[in-house]
């Protein structure tokens, strides 16, 4: 079985791009559920040096139609609704456990890819409990790769 390497602030800040596992003390947070387009933000700074982002899918409500009727008298109905989304309350209570790592000083795992100076990660391990996030990316962030 093949080992899985995990790599510290400093080793990947000397790449120009690394995809994998970072692991180091979280020593600041910053956490926004409402700006940057409506799409919730994690930033994590890694021992003093590495800047991580988390991003959510940005908040929206959904548009359903109501079939379950079969009599065609019966107006069709659109049901508004907000739909929970678990993603985005778990930026949230992630958000919390880093918060809890910094003033402990215990050490994270984040998976993800660094690039242009910023690890963008998908998924955040503190001590045994774990988050995934998709890692959004706007329109305009994707249109180069096109």
Request: proline fraction near 5%; include cysteine.
């Amino acid at each position: 079985m093949e080992k899985i390497e995990i790599l510290n602030a400093g080793e990947i800040i000397d790449r120009k791009t690394y995809e994998g596992w970072v692991e180091g003390i979280p020593t600041g947070m910053y956490a926004d559920r409402s700006s940057y387009g409506n799409a919730p933000l994690l930033a994590i700074v890694l021992d003093n040096r590495l800047p991580c982002k988390f991003r959510a899918r940005p908040y929206s409500h959904r548009t359903q139609i109501r079939t379950e009727s079969s009599e065609l008298e019966e107006p069709l109905k659109l049901l508004f609704r907000w739909d929970s989304d678990d993603e985005n309350e778990n930026l949230g209570i992630a958000a919390s456990f880093v918060d809890q790592s910094i003033k402990e000083k215990t050490t994270i795992r984040i998976q993800g890819y660094y690039k242009e100076g910023i690890f963008l990660g998908s998924f955040l391990k503190i001590e045994n409990i774990g988050f995934e996030f998709p890692g959004y990316l706007f329109p305009y962030e994707t249109r180069d790769e096109n």
